[in-house]
């Protein structure tokens, strides 16, 4: 599923739901948040905000079992790795607090 979100922005454009005239909604207009493909090139759709969302989860250290269960993947290999470069803790981290945990008391 493809969602070509420029032709739902250009009727809410259209639409002039806000009342916005002249100067301020022709700023809006040429600006590309929200357009299909940005100057850059980069593209949103709904894989692309889906993508996003998986990524804000991991960044925040939610657990990867919940990230599998809301992105509705088949399994937590596939979350593993599209996000796991993505939690916060690094091997170091995981080192350190094994070596607190086991020598120090």
């Known amino acids: 599923?493809?969602?070509?979100?420029?032709?739902?922005?250009?009727?809410?454009?259209?639409?002039?739901?806000?009342?916005?005239?002249?100067k301020a909604r022709t700023?809006?207009?040429?600006?590309?948040?929200?357009?299909?493909?940005?100057?850059e090139g980069h593209r949103l759709d709904f894989?692309?905000?889906r993508h996003t969302c998986g990524a804000w989860l991991a960044t925040?250290?939610?657990?990867?079992?919940?990230?599998?269960?809301?992105?509705r993947h088949s399994s937590i290999t596939l979350t593993i790795d599209t996000y796991g470069h993505l939690f916060p803790a690094s091997k170091s981290d995981a080192i350190h607090r094994m070596g607190r945990e086991n020598f120090c008391g």
């Open 27 to 39: 700023k809006r207009e040429i600006r590309d948040f929200l357009v299909a493909v940005d100057h």
């Open 60 to 71: 925040q250290g939610e657990n990867p079992k919940t990230i599998q269960t809301i992105m």
């Open 47 to 49: 894989h692309a905000l």
């Open 1 to 22: 599923m493809h969602l070509d979100v420029r032709s739902i922005v250009q009727q809410i454009s259209s639409s002039n739901p806000g009342g916005t005239t002249g």
